[in-house]
C-alpha cells in the first residue's frame, strides 16, 4: 500500500460541510485532476479543489458542460492522473453515456453526485435520494458499478478515499452518492496524518513494450495499465475488444468482456460492501438506509428502543453492488425490513428482491425537499413489529 | 449539559451562517463536544431572510434537525416573526438585536434578552461585526459554550487582519451582558 502525500493531506480537525470534506477526501486520496461544471448543491467541491489544487500541484477545469467534464476524466485517467468529477441530477444524467465508456475502457474515476430533488431540474437547493438506481442502471448495456453513500462530512472525506481506492483495485468508475443534506452540514471532519492513510496505486503493467496486451488478465479479472505516452501500444476503443485492445464484432468476444466487465465486481461483492449493523442479534424489525436518511432513522430506532421494540438498524456504506447475500441470510432471521428513502421505492426492489417473502419489506417513500419526519419512521417500526 | 438545539436568524449579510458556523466550530473544535450545523439553502440574497440551524450534545448526533428551539437569536423582525413559535416556552432563551426586533409579551417561561448589537459594532466604527457582537452576548447569555473556546472560533474564522476588531466585537458583546 502506498501512503498519501503529506503535501496533499490537510492534517488536523476541522469544521466542514459534507462538500468540502468530499473536496479534502479527493486530495488525500492524490486526485490532480477534475473536469466539472458547476451545479447546486456540488459546486462547493469543486470550488474548493480549484482554490487548493495550486498549492498541491494538479488541474480543474471548469469545462462548457459535464458531457465534457465526464470525457475530459476519462482522457486525463489514461494520460496517468487520478481525477474525479463532481455534479448534481441533471449533470448526472448528461455524463451517463461516458460513465458507461468509463466502465467499458475500464477506467479508474470517481464521480461524485450531491443528489438534490428530481426529475429534471427539480428542486436545486434541497434534498433527495432518488438517482440511486440511475447510479447502478444509468448508462446502456451490461456493468456493474461502485457506489458509496456517506451519512456525514466524516464520512464524506473517507469514504471519498474509498472510492478512490476502490477505482484503483477494480479499475472502474467508483460513485459517491452524497446527498444535499450532508453535502450542506458542517461537522467536525478529523483529517490524519497522511502516512496513516493508504491508498490503492493504480495496476501499472511490468511487461515490456511489445509483450503488453492492454486487456489481458489473471485470476482477478483485472487488466494492468499503461498510460499513454510510456511507450507501450495503446489503443482502447468503446466498441467491443479483445486483449490486444482491438474491436472484435462477435458473440464470442462480446460474451468473454461482459461477464468480465461485471463479474470482476460480482465476485467481489462481500469484500467491497461496507455496512454498519446495530442490535440485529434479536431484532424483529430491520430499518435499512443510506446517506442522511440513516441519521434520521437512528434518531427513530432509538426511539423505538426505549418503548422496548426489538429492533436493528442497517445501514449501507456501499449501496452498489447491493449485498444479496447479506440480506438474504437477514431475511431468515426476521420479521420486516422498514426501508426508509429519500425517493418513491428504489432501493427497496433490491430488498424485496432478496428477501424474496421471507421477510416484509415495507417502504417509507419520502419526495424530497427535506428528510423524513423520525415520528412516521417510528410508527412504521411498531405497525411491524406488532 | 444535554443537546441544547439553536436556531440563528435575520437577513442575508448579516452574517447569520457564519454566527452558527463559529458557534458550531467553538463546540466541536474547541470544547470538546459535538455539533452539526445546517441551514436552509433557498434562493437567498443580501437583504433576504436567511437562518442557520445549529444542534450541541454531549454525544454524537443522529437526527441533525431542530425538533424544539431552545436558543432562538434573532436579528431581523421577520426572522423573529417565522421562528419564535418554535421556540420552547419551557425555559427557552431568546437573544434579539433590541433595534430590529421588537419581542410581544412571550408564553410561558421563555427568558429574553436584547442587545443593541448593530449599534456596538458602529461603535468599533464596524458594523459587519454586528454578529460577532451577538456572538460574545450570546456565549455570555446562554453558557452554549465555554468562553475561551467561542473566542477561539472566531479568531480561526475570520480574516487574519480582522481577527482584532472581532475580538473587540466578541468581548464587547460578552462584557454587555455582564453589565
Keep these: 500500500m502506498a501512503r498519501a502525500d503529506p503535501g496533499h493531506v490537510l492534517t488536523g480537525s476541522h469544521y466542514l460541510d459534507g462538500d468540502h470534506a468530499c473536496t479534502e477526501g479527493a486530495l488525500s486520496a492524490g486526485c490532480n485532476f477534475i473536469a466539472g461544471y458547476p451545479i447546486t448543491p456540488s459546486t462547493e467541491v469543486v470550488e474548493r479543489f480549484a482554490r487548493r489544487i495550486p498549492t498541491v500541484g494538479g488541474t480543474f477545469i471548469q469545462m462548457e458542460d459535464e458531457i465534457a467534464s465526464i470525457t475530459a476524466i476519462l482522457g486525463a485517467a489514461w494520460g496517468g492522473a487520478k481525477v474525479m468529477t463532481v455534479t448534481s441530477g441533471p449533470g448526472f444524467s448528461l455524463m451517463m453515456e461516458n460513465i458507461g465508456l468509463g466502465a467499458m475502457l475500464e477506467t479508474p474515476c470517481v464521480i461524485v453526485n450531491v443528489q438534490r430533488g428530481g426529475p429534471s431540474t427539480g428542486l436545486p437547493t434541497m434534498v433527495g435520494q432518488a438517482d440511486i438506481m440511475q447510479a447502478r442502471w444509468g448508462s446502456h448495456g451490461d456493468y456493474e458499478i461502485i457506489a458509496l453513500a456517506p451519512q456525514s462530512p466524516q464520512e464524506a472525506y473517507t469514504l471519498t478515499i474509498e472510492a478512490f481506492n476502490l477505482a484503483e483495485k477494480y479499475r472502474t468508475p467508483v460513485m459517491v452518492m452524497l446527498d444535499e443534506c450532508i453535502g450542506h452540514m458542517t461537522e467536525k471532519v478529523v483529517i490524519p496524518e497522511a502516512d496513516s492513510i493508504e491508498l490503492t496505486e493504480r495496476r501499472k503493467t511490468d511487461k515490456p513494450p511489445g509483450e503488453y496486451l ?67 442479534d434479536d431484532a424483529d424489525v430491520v430499518v435499512l438506509s443510506y446517506g442522511i436518511t440513516s441519521r434520521v432513522a437512528r434518531a427513530a430506532v432509538d426511539d423505538a428502543r426505549e418503548k422496548g421494540l426489538k429492533v436493528g438498524r442497517l445501514r449501507l456504506l456501499t449501496v452498489w453492488p447491493f449485498p444479496e447475500r447479506y440480506i438474504r441470510e437477514l431475511a431468515e432471521r426476521v420479521k420486516a425490513f422498514v426501508v426508509p428513502e429519500i425517493n418513491y421505492g428504489q432501493l427497496v426492489l433490491e430488498v424485496e428482491r432478496c428477501a424474496a417473502g421471507r421477510a416484509q419489506t415495507i417502504l417509507l417513500p419520502h419526495m424530497g425537499g427535506d428528510v423524513h419526519d423520525p415520528a412516521v419512521i417510528l410508527q412504521a417500526i411498531e405497525e411491524a413489529a406488532s | 449539559m444535554p443537546r441544547r438545539e439553536i436556531r440563528i436568524t435575520g437577513y442575508g449579510g448579516q452574517g447569520i451562517i457564519l454566527t452558527g458556523y463559529i458557534f458550531g466550530k467553538a463546540a466541536a473544535i474547541f470544547d470538546d463536544r459535538y455539533s452539526t450545523m445546517t441551514q436552509s439553502f433557498g434562493p437567498e440574497a443580501r437583504g433576504s431572510a436567511c437562518a442557520s440551524a445549529l444542534v450541541v450534545d454531549e454525544e454524537v448526533i443522529a437526527y441533525p434537525y431542530l425538533r424544539q428551539t431552545d436558543v432562538l437569536i434573532a436579528l431581523s423582525r421577520e426572522g423573529y416573526e417565522k421562528y419564535i413559535d418554535e421556540l420552547n416556552q419551557d425555559g427557552g432563551i431568546l437573544i434579539y438585536d433590541q433595534d430590529m426586533v421588537e ?53 480561526s474564522s475570520v480574516p487574519e487582519a480582522l481577527i482584532d476588531l472581532n475580538l473587540q466585537a466578541f468581548e464587547k458583546g460578552y462584557e454587555y451582558f455582564d453589565n
Excluded at chain 1, 468480465?260 to 465486481?265: A, N, S, V
Excluded at chain 2, 464596524?126 to 451577538?134: A, D, E, G, S, T
Excluded at chain 2, 452576548?137 to 446562554?142: E, I, N, S, V
Design chain 2, 103 to 155: 419581542p410581544q409579551e412571550l408564553k410561558g417561561t421563555i427568558k429574553m434578552y436584547g442587545v443593541p448589537a448593530a449599534r456596538l459594532a458602529e461603535e468599533l466604527g464596524k458594523r459587519i461585526v454586528q454578529n460577532i457582537v451577538v456572538v460574545g452576548f450570546a456565549t455570555a447569555a446562554t453558557q452554549l459554550v465555554a468562553k475561551d473556546a467561542a473566542r477561539k472560533a472566531v479568531e
Design chain 1, 214 to 280: 492492454p486487456f489481458a488478465v489473471g485470476e482477478d479479472m483485472i487488466p494492468d495499465m499503461a498510460h499513454a505516452g510510456e511507450g507501450h501500444r495503446y489503443h482502447i476503443t468503446s466498441l467491443t475488444h479483445d486483449e490486444q485492445g482491438y474491436p472484435v464484432m462477435s458473440a464470442e468476444v462480446q460474451d468473454k468482456l461482459v461477464r468480465r466487465l461485471c463479474d470482476k465486481i460480482r465476485n467481489n461483492t462481500d469484500e467491497i460492501v461496507m455496512l454498519e449493523e446495530d442490535g440485529l
